[in-house]
């Protein structure tokens, strides 16, 4: 079983920064994809950004520029540096994991932590 437990949410002020972690636990296979999508009330999840296991990236048009995923693969962490915070990124934040194994597709999620943009 896979276990993903993400960390750093908070409250922030608007302009601020704000750095979410995610640990994987479990059977991972090594050829996966790690991603960071949101919830705010009211709306549906949203990919936010993700990253290939060979360091491929993409984002979602809104944080293009303010926020950086990245990825260590050694210790089956994944992380997203949000600058330039605004009151719209507001949401609960879940980390996700999906890989192909024997053809078959495995996706996992996390908790989710809430961040709050504020003032």
């Known amino acids: 079983q896979v276990q993903l437990v993400e960390s750093g949410g908070g409250l922030v002020q608007p302009g601020g920064s704000l750095r979410l972690s995610c640990a994987a636990s479990?059977?991972?296979?090594?050829?996966?994809?790690m991603n960071w999508y949101r919830q705010a009330p009211g709306k549906e999840r949203e990919l936010v950004a993700g990253i290939r296991s060979g360091g491929v990236t993409n984002y979602t048009d809104s944080v293009q520029g303010r926020f950086t995923i990245s990825r260590d693969n050694a210790k089956n962490m994944v992380y997203l540096q949000m600058n330039s915070l605004k009151a719209e990124d507001t949401a609960v934040y879940y980390c996700n994991l999906n890989f192909f194994w024997h053809g078959s597709r495995y996706n996992y999620w996390g908790q989710g932590t809430q961040v709050t943009v504020s003032s």
């Open positions: 479990g059977s991972i296979f090594s050829v996966n994809n």
